[in-house]
């Protein structure tokens, strides 16, 4: 029988009018004390265009991405039957594995962090930060990464809705509207609380909770930082941009790339300031992640973490 | 199987070539989709105006008191640890502030309910120039090109002035 190559639906379409309502529910409640949430018209403005952008940005690369899904499946491995439970399975934890090395290599090397960056610079955490979407993420490449479950045999079909199935549940965790989730339920998946670190800026807390749906491969592989109550998240990113312009927004880290391009002195550098991690530069003159936590490491040793309340505001 | 779908594609599309009534059919049916296509970004587009108006309508920011020297000490030892300061001055609205730390001017500017921080050399930042009461200080970054303080006229003045 022949795999579908198009999904017969997509997850992501179906979920808009939730996305929609759980947006507007959120800032009425937050509106009449019932919720925490804090929504700024101006960044606010800012994620949704990024979304409708990120759209259009989507259709462009769209088709590419799903030829190269079609083409690789051709050659695929194993036939394994979209009608079949374990299959949804496995595609449920392979799929969702993929996930996690994406964001962490579109966290940990400049490159990819020039297309994933756009979603981290809102100092607000609320639902409509869960739109503000990548417009070159397809250009970058790192659909490439989901290649090799075609080549296992999964139909792209299958592969697609399942991307959206992720996408759709990152989407609710974008809040502080809820604190903690039942043990099990912290241990397992990933909740708005695991979220809002990896969407701080306090040196604590960078790098980490790369997850998609589970939070166990962060725990497997190391990543895993737990949210304290003692420091509350801050968030954007190390430097944070200094309008709300969208495109600017789109393409600062792809432009800093550019910038620092044409001032290497050698391959060595003009690889250093495409692929080395964010904040790399060849005399150590500006910091990266793990400088800044090293950094705020060492202060601790001299001075323990402090109750910041006035951060929390 | 893929290979297949490809061919009978190829198949259809060939076939329909020369047949004005097919073509015509297909004419439309793209027509119909970028009509689709247009009228579903147009809806969007409505949707997220009415998010927009609501938040404004709502107001629910951050509440942005204006700063004092406490609070901008705090705010840059975020961003700037174990950098001494050696002086600040406080943007009249309360919405900023220039520091000094060496060589080096910390500064901190409001954007819409939060702040942004950037450094950069001392001298640079005594050139700041004065349009209509505020100083547009100009950094050397695509992503915060500018900030603009309403610091007392003299600022600048009092700052050269001042011995470490």
Redesign the interface.
Known sequence: MAAPSAPAIDPVTLAVPFFILAIVLEILLARFGKLKAVYEAKDTATSLLMGFGSGIAGLLTGGVVFAASAWVYQYHLFDIPMSAAWAWLAIFLLEDLTYYWFHRLSHERRFWWAAHVNHHTSQHYNLATALRQTWTGGAAGTWALWLPLSLLGFPPAMIAIQKGISLVYQFWIHTEAVRRLPVWVEALFNTPSHHRVHHARNPRYLDSNYAGILIIWDRMFGTFVPELDQEPCRYGVVKNLGDFNIFRVAFHEWVGIFSDLLTARSPHEAFGYLFGAPGWSPDGSRQTSTMLKAQWSNMQTAEPVKTDPAAAS | ?????VTSGLRLVTLDVGHGAVEGRQKSGAASVTLKYIIT?LV??S??GG??G???W?R????TPPLDEA?VK?RLA?DF??TPLDQIWLALDGAGAVARSGDLALLL?R????????SMAWSQALQAEAIKGRFRFK?N???????SLALAPNWANAAMGETI
Do not use: C, H, N
């Open positions: 199987m893929l290979k297949d779908t970004q969007t587009l949707i997220v998010i927009m609501l938040v404004a709502v629910i920011p951050r509440a609070e705090r975020e640890p174990q500017f954007l819409g309910d939060s702040y942004v921080s950037r950094f970054d695509f992503a915060a090109p500018k900030a």
